[in-house]
């Protein structure tokens, strides 16, 4: 495909820090035009909080965020790193489908990066097109604007343009798409790889710096500041992974290339909410053996937080044996903080906010119920709020997502007891409410969404779904069927990575 060289009259306010480092950290890189590009979704809340005065019918914007036209103002790049993938070092990966346009300084003091995926080739493609079919693009929106309604930190997703592209993958030929990624940072795990793994210290210095004085400034001027910088990333990383856990969902991929530095989820490839529970569920095609699993993610993540730690030994300690002190600390604060972080937002989950030491005993006891009992994890929790108030003329919702249950019914007898303890039933009833989604994205309703687009081109699902996840804690009466569970034939049990 013919690589894009018009300049929009466009312009973005965009700023590129990250192309000021010297050009071994990225390749420029220019988008690939398209045809057929329709600009069909645009997140105008999201422009309009990073200060852009666009609108969906801008003239020029459709273009802009398709590749074919470029930003007066953007400065286009492809970042390099490299990645451990499923545990296999890769010494060269990068934006092999993505490109970083630029930064954009939002009215609040932010500082957020702005990338299209699905843009074509860059040096770092591997032989592979580049490109994106639509079904991935929209399961990225969708997932990533969903997190951020939940309250996790995540990249978010500005944009949906479809194009007429033929996009070749092993499952036959798709539609294609092009996503404009919003970040406050991009630089992984994989990055400091990249450099160590060729020997180049003063370029794992050089990112560390770039990385505190823009994303940990508080830290800069410290004497320790990289022991420090290495904790606040752990620490995030912690209370990440947490907040995934406690709203079941399972990245999928997490590679240290999916490891975003500065604390956000990154890279919605094949990720999954869990219906019903199970702690050993695994969606990704890919992870044949398990190693990305809803239970392992934070045993996952800190062994890519031991990665990075290698990759920062030289700026840790004068030697090595000071520096393994460093990180094995670091490593062990992190654990403790997942620990308690997953502890403290599991117990709030069923109204316990002052916690006893039994209660842990009491929230495992739900727990392996809801995994015999093959019990939805989001609704088990929603409509456990129902029946704060012991003799609740609530329905019975809760009970009727167990096979058996009367199983239940002891459990919900002693936590009642428990939470006489605890504050009144309103004050119960509204905190677990806030902590408890009601509609996530569940796999049923996104491959929907995806297949009314790729085969009808309508995207009514696309817009309800966007919309619906704005709000996923408050009840939505019209949309009552798009909380339910699946039936046992609408699940999907399968997700993909759109490479």
């Known amino acids: 495909m013919k690589k894009t060289t018009a300049v929009s009259a466009l312009k973005a306010g965009f700023e590129n820090s990250f192309a000021a480092l010297p050009q071994k950290f990225y390749d420029a890189a220019m988008p690939e035009s398209v045809h057929g590009a329709v600009l069909e979704k645009y997140n105008q809340k999201l422009g309009r909080d990073m200060g852009f005065n666009f609108t969906k019918e801008t003239p020029g914007l459709a273009d802009c965020l398709a590749g074919n036209l470029v930003f007066s103002d953007a400065e286009p790049i492809a970042m390099a790193y490299a990645g451990h993938q499923f545990g296999n070092f890769v010494p060269l990966l990068g934006d092999g489908r993505a490109i970083l346009l630029g930064e954009k300084s939002t009215p609040d003091g932010k500082r957020l990066n702005v990338q299209l995926k699905g843009s074509g080739r860059t040096r770092f493609s591997r032989g592979g097109d580049g490109k994106s079919p639509l079904g991935p693009v929209i399961r990225e929106y969708l997932v990533s604007e969903a997190m951020h309604g939940l309250g996790v930190p995540t990249t978010r997703a500005l944009a949906i343009v479809s194009t007429k592209e033929k996009i070749l993958r092993p499952d036959g030929i798709h539609p294609g798409g092009v996503m404009t990624r919003v970040a406050p940072g991009l630089v992984r795990v994989g990055s400091f790889e990249y450099f160590a793994a060729r020997g ?14 823009r994303h940990y400034p508080e830290i800069f001027e410290k004497k320790d500041c990289y022991h420090q910088f290495f904790s606040a990333v752990a620490l995030r990383q912690a209370q990440l992974i947490a907040k995934w856990m406690q709203l079941g969902f399972i990245h999928g991929v997490m590679n240290t290339d999916n490891t975003s530095i500065s604390g ?11 219906d019903y529970y199970d702690p050993n569920m695994v969606f990704s095609s890919i992870d044949t053996m398990g190693r990305y699993r809803y239970t392992n993610q934070s045993a996952i993540m800190k062994w890519n937080l031991h ?14 044996e000071e520096a393994m002190d460093v990180i094995d600390a670091v490593l062990a604060e992190f654990e403790q903080e997942f620990l308690n972080a997953q502890k403290i937002g ?15 005993s009491l929230l ?7 995994e015999t009992q093959k019990a939805d994890f989001t609704l088990t929790f929603r ?7 012991q003799n609740s003329n609530m329905t019975m919702q809760f009970q009727r997502l167990f096979n058996a249950p009367d199983a239940v019914a002891a459990w919900l007898k002693s936590w009642q007891r428990r939470l006489a303890e605890e504050n009144s039933p309103e004050v119960i009833r509204e905190g677990m409410n806030r902590v408890n989604p009601l509609f996530i994205p569940r796999n049923h309703r996104i491959q929907k969404a995806i297949e009314d687009a790729e085969i009808k081109k309508d995207f009514t699902q696309v817009h309800l779904l966007a919309a619906l996840f704005e709000k996923p804690f408050t009840q939505q009466p019209e949309f009552t069927d798009y909380a339910q569970a699946p039936a046992k034939a609408e699940r999907v049990t399968r997700t993909f990575c759109g490479t």
Not at 346 to 360: C, S, T, Y
Request: glycine fraction near 8%; charge should be negative; include cysteine.
């Open 307 to 320: 990665c990075l730690g290698i990759c920062l030994q030289s700026l840790l300690g004068k030697t090595n």
């Open 346 to 360: 599991m117990l709030k989950k069923i109204g316990i906010e002052r916690p006893w030491d039994q209660d842990v």
């Open 264 to 274: 956000e989820t990154i890279d919605y490839g094949p990720c999954a909410f869990m």
């Open 383 to 389: 409509y456990l709020a129902d029946h704060v108030r």
């Open 200 to 213: 180049d210290e003063a370029a794992i210095r050089m990112l560390a710096d770039y990385v505190i004085t």
């Open 364 to 370: 495992g006891e739900l727990l392996a119920l809801m």
